[in-house]
């Protein structure tokens, strides 16, 4: 049978959005509200196995409605830009599920909700209604269930006639005048003035209807009855307004809203795109979307013949005689961490022949030339994802150098924003004879397994010969882009800087970390005392459930939130709840402390080498789109240091020789020096030539104070502008916070620009630019392409723009303390010195060094941060040291 699911697009979005925690990829993006939405239309599809599906959106502010009634919705506030931003995203996710959308001009997804439902009831056809809208319970019938969506997107309840006589004794026609009683403040539809729910129930109960109210105002008493009197119109407007209207002129047909289930080949690319890794794990699907050959242009070739040799030792010889001409290479490995990666074997490309060399013949005795050249920094080698196989090739005793192109390196540069550069998208970018998936060759997960050896030799190799295909049209477009300095000067180099960082780890004192385990627990076990004394019962606490009860139900505390499993406990409810009772306080401190136990005492205690004693984190360079690293296995960037407990952590980092130390320096406020330079705003640039503190600064600018007269709340308020303006913030994200109304957070916006005249001239031009260039660059000419910055969609026009804005702030940022790595590495070995450079956490470079190195160290490293680009303002680099990072911060 026949079943329609229609949901109402625009309202499930606004659900999501303010449901779910802040969500970005590494775009920029703010995705949750996407995410929110499509894990409820999976679980949808999943439970309800629609055959016709609709997500019906608004099209435009301006309705018919309008035209009654001018202030209909005026009462709402602007839409989020976080929001309005994740439209676009969603519409497009949808296309590429298959999911079937409309939009109709001059109507309200309501209205065409309301038109397809009542054309599907009148043929009898099942249909359910997906909302969070009650007013859609005026369309429920005999065949149509009304969805309306309840603790977020999460739970729903499902009603039909039935179930809205038990709980409002009303029929669906009723809810219309329920409305028109009692208004609703979200769409500014007025009502009667002091009707609520409870009252407009027992009116219609007695009346029936609007109208009946209306006509039996004699039979009411006092204030009740002047209310209604004098509010007459009002209510029967408001009905009006509430009514859905159903004859909307739909262009679509019955077979417009066919669903025939998730399109597998473009709905795997889009979750990719979005980064939303678990629903595509939810769906088993492919990242990669399959290309035929002739789909036109880029489209991937029939695999081409190759001369390819499996080399076992007899033709060891002829591979080693071919050295000279071998110019790519690839390490074929299994595991994601590099530090515990299995090296199956390694391709290797000429431009006339191709070799296999399995792993086990490569560490023989016969395959030692062969192993000297792969070590030789003087050959140089093309490869993809030559940091990686530097890491796996080293724990194996096999030495790695002359690293020269690394096509993954340059792809990144070339589009920053590309969610996946893996070798076979590169190889259906550039046309070029496609790979089988490594899927089709190895088998996932559980299924993995090596294959044969011809099979595996053949597939390995074709990879090194799409390295060496590749590398030639990548070197003509770092050309084309001015970012062939930036490739082979900073992130090639860095690239192997990284490398040797990895492989040399950062010493853990396991006595500390264990002795820090049993005070975090000792804290731990004090809180749960007291929080049970204070609740005078024992539960347990990290059982939502549990808490909720204890905290709602026996402390009475105010809900703020539900989830279909019951309270919402969450640490945004937490915090809203903690002025209420000191019992909120305790759980937030203990799952803080818990937190820190559990992943950075237990964690670490898992990633130390037993081989070393010390953590090999992995620096990824491909991953954010501004050029920032980001760090993993074990992620050493994200150690909270706000907290005093936080910074505790740093305390068994330590030196890995005797009577060495840890020298950390880190640039002050480096975003908005580069801001000052890019902008050349006049009073920017005076604050840091003075080495004023640039946020009492920028107080005493906005508010037209003293320096003396800066407070702490408007000292903050500058901080959280400053850093706002540099990663784009709009007025909603400055109100959260600061914890401010909208509207004082874009007044507190409007007087920044007000000051800082430059800044806002230099938002304006980039903007220009950006639309003109399609795309913005730092000052080393990294690239950041822009394709919505002339979009009509507004929405997608905007996150562009505000992404041209700060683009070339952070990505500058980004680009200098590479440099400064860079600079640092040839300093230590110019000055043959011993210190080591181990950690490069955001702004700060962490070193250990030797007693005797101490002094020169705590001069040449902030010299060389300082001077490693040359701005009209200065840059500050502040160095401090210890026995361990604790104390070197």
């Known amino acids: 049978m026949d079943k329609l699911i229609l949901i109402d697009g625009n309202n499930i979005i606004y659900r999501a959005f303010f449901a779910m925690p802040p969500l970005t990829n590494t775009a920029g993006q703010q995705t949750n509200a996407v995410y929110g939405f499509t894990t409820m239309l999976l679980r949808l599809i999943e439970e309800h196995k629609p055959t016709h599906m609709i997500v019906a959106f608004d099209a435009g502010k301006v309705t018919f409605r309008h035209e009654g009634y001018q202030d209909y919705k005026g009462g709402r506030q602007k839409t989020p830009p976080e929001l309005s931003e994740q439209f676009p995203l969603l519409k497009d996710l949808l296309r590429n599920l298959g999911v079937p959308q409309f939009e109709i001009e001059s109507y309200e997804a309501d209205d065409i909700i309301g038109t397809i439902s009542r054309q599907a009831d009148e043929a009898g056809r099942q249909v359910m209604i997906v909302s969070g809208d009650k007013d859609m319970l ?65 009116l219609l109960h007695q009346f029936g209807s609007v109208e009946g109210v209306l006509a039996g105002t004699d039979e009411l008493k006092g204030k009740m009855k002047e209310k209604l009197e004098a509010h007459a119109e009002d209510a029967r407007m408001s009905k009006k307004l509430a009514t859905i209207f159903r004859e909307v002129p739909l262009a679509h047909a019955w077979e417009d809203m066919v669903f025939t289930g998730i399109k597998s080949d473009t709905a795997g690319p889009a979750l990719a795109k979005l980064e939303f890794k678990s629903l595509l794990e939810r769906l088993s699907l492919s990242a990669n979307a399959p290309v035929l050959a002739g789909d036109g242009e880029g489209a991937e070739t029939a695999e081409a013949e190759l001369d390819i040799t499996v080399v076992g030792e007899e033709q060891l010889a002829a591979l080693v005689a071919d050295l000279p001409n071998i ?64 890491l796996a090739l080293h724990w194996k005793n096999i030495p790695f150098a002359g690293a020269a192109k690394d096509v993954q ?33 190895f088998g996932k997960g559980a299924k993995y397994k090596i294959p044969e050896l011809a099979v595996l030799g053949n597939h390995v190799a074709r990879k090194s010969a799409a390295v060496l295909a590749i590398v030639g049209k990548q070197e003509q477009a770092l050309l084309d882009t001015d970012m062939t300095g930036l490739f082979d000067d900073l992130e090639m180099p860095l690239s192997r800087i990284l490398a040797d960082m990895e492989k040399q780890g950062i010493a853990v004192n396991m006595g500390d970390l264990r002795e820090l385990g049993k005070e975090f627990e000792a ?19 990290n059982s939502p459930k549990q808490l909720g009860e204890i905290l709602f139900v026996k402390l009475g505390l105010p809900v703020v ?24 306080r305790h759980i937030l401190q203990y799952r803080t402390i818990a937190k820190l136990q559990s992943t950075y005492v237990e964690g670490l205690l898992k990633e130390i080498s037993p081989e070393t004693g010390k953590v090999h984190t992995f620096y990824r360079q491909t991953i954010a789109a501004t050029g920032r690293l980001s760090s993993q296995f074990p992620n050493l960037q994200n150690i909270p240091i706000r907290l005093e407990e936080g910074r505790k952590i740093r305390k068994v980092f330590v030196p890995s020789e005797p009577g060495w130390s840890i020298l950390a320096a880190d640039y002050s406020q ?60 709009s007025d909603y994200g400055l109100s959260q916070n600061l914890n401010i109304t909208r509207k004082e957070a ?25 639309r003109k260039n399609g795309y913005v660059t730092t000052l080393l000419e990294r690239r950041r392409y822009l394709p919505e910055i002339n979009a009509s969609n507004f929405n997608l026009r905007s996150f562009a723009e505000r992404t041209a804005m700060n683009t070339p702030i952070q990505g500058t940022a980004a680009d200098i303390i590479k440099l400064a790595m860079v600079h640092m590495d040839k300093a230590l070995a110019e000055r043959g010195l011993k210190s080591r450079m181990l950690l490069q956490v955001h702004d700060e470079l962490v070193f250990e060094v030797p007693a005797g190195e101490l002094e020169l160290m705590k001069t040449l490293l902030p010299e060389v941060m300082e001077g490693a680009l040359k701005l009209s303002v200065p840059l500050k680099a502040e160095v401090s040291y210890g026995s361990n990072w604790y104390e070197a911060k």
């Open 670 to 729: 480096i975003e908005l020096r580069v801001l000052a330079h890019i902008s050349d705003d006049e009073r920017l640039k005076e604050a840091f030539l003075q080495d004023m503190d640039i946020h009492t600064k920028t107080a005493m600018d906005v508010f037209g104070v003293t320096a003396e007269q800066v407070d702490s709340n408007m000292r903050r308020s500058a901080k959280a502008v400053n850093f706002g303006i540099v990663y784009g913030i």
């Open 138 to 202: 005026q369309l429920a019938s005999e065949h149509t269930t009304v969805a309306l969506i309840r603790k977020g997107v999460t739970e729903i309840e499902l009603y039909g006639p039935a179930q809205l006589r038990e709980k409002y004794d009303l029929t669906p026609e009723q809810i219309i005048d329920l409305k028109g009683l009692m208004g609703d403040a979200s769409d500014n539809i007025p009502g009667v003035p002091g009707v609520g729910e409870k009252t407009a129930l027992k």
């Open 327 to 390: 110019s790519a290479l690839h390490v074929e490995t299994s595991g994601e961490n590099p530090h515990r990666a299995e090296v199956i074997g390694i391709g290797f490309s000429s431009l006339e022949r191709h070799y296999f060399v399995p792993f086990s013949l490569l560490q023989s005795p016969a395959a030692a030339k062969l192993r000297e050249w792969l070590g030789d920094e003087h050959a140089p080698k093309s490869g993809y994802d030559l940091h990686r196989a530097d």
């Open 561 to 584: 939130k539900k989830t279909k499993t019951g309270y919402s406990t969450d640490a945004e409810v937490l915090e809203k709840l903690a002025p209420y009772h000191d019992v909120v």
């Open 523 to 541: 804290q731990i076990a004090k809180l749960v005392s007291e929080i049970y004394d204070i609740c005078g019962t024992e539960f347990n606490l």
């Open 409 to 441: 390196l340059a792809a990144y540069l070339l589009d920053p924003t590309e969610a996946s550069q893996n070798l076979n998208d590169l190889v259906s970018k550039y046309g070029l004879p496609r790979l089988a998936p490594d899927e089709d060759v």
């Open 746 to 770: 874009s007044h507190f916006i409007e007087q920044y620009f007000e000051v800082f005249q430059g800044v806002r001239r230099y938002m304006d031009e980039i903007v220009v630019e950006a």
